[in-house]
């Protein structure tokens, strides 16, 4: 088992940047695919992007691509999630999820969530 708690989400404009963090507790997040996804009011769960294990392997959905960075630190249990060019599209709810072993590009292949945290874009 896993627990993930994210922070850093915020109200900033459009052309910011913000970093998320996702701490992870309980069993060494090393073990574990982490993914961010994002739910905007009224719409589906999407992923963000997702890491792989050891970190060399990472994709980005086509909306971020170029313009968000994910991250891992094994060693701090932490994965991090470093948006730049914030656009009010972005605006949403991001969480952080885990999954065993490879990762997933379905919310559905994650077995772990953590709470939460709103990010908001202003024009």
Same mark, same amino acid.
């Given at each position: 088992?896993?627990?993930?708690?994210?922070?850093?989400?915020?109200?900033?404009?459009?052309?910011?940047?913000?970093?998320?963090?996702?701490?992870?507790?309980?069993?060494?997040?090393?073990?574990?695919? =982490?993914?961010?996804?994002?739910?905007?009011?009224?719409?589906?769960?999407?992923?963000?992007?997702?890491?792989?294990?050891?970190?060399?392997?990472?994709?980005?959905?086509?909306?971020?691509?170029?313009?968000?960075?994910?991250?891992?630190?094994?060693?701090?249990?932490?994965?991090?999630?470093? =948006?730049?060019?914030?656009?009010?599209?972005?605006?949403?709810?991001?969480?952080?999820?885990?999954?065993?072993?490879?990762?997933?590009?379905?919310?559905?292949?994650?077995?772990?969530?953590?709470?939460?945290?709103?990010?908001?874009?202003?024009?």
């Amino acid at each position: 088992q896993v627990q993930l708690v994210e922070s850093g989400g915020g109200l900033v404009q459009a052309g910011a940047s913000l970093r998320l963090s996702c701490a992870a507790s309980g069993r060494t997040s090393s073990a574990y695919s =982490m993914a961010w996804f994002r739910q905007a009011l009224g719409k589906e769960r999407e992923l963000v992007a997702a890491i792989t294990r050891s970190g060399s392997s990472r994709y980005y959905s086509d909306s971020v691509k170029g313009r968000f960075t994910i991250s891992r630190d094994n060693a701090k249990n932490t994965v991090y999630l470093q =948006m730049s060019s914030l656009r009010p599209e972005d605006t949403a709810v991001y969480y952080c999820a885990a999954r065993p072993n490879t990762s997933g590009r379905r919310s559905d292949d994650y077995d772990y969530w953590g709470q939460g945290t709103q990010v908001t874009v202003s024009s």
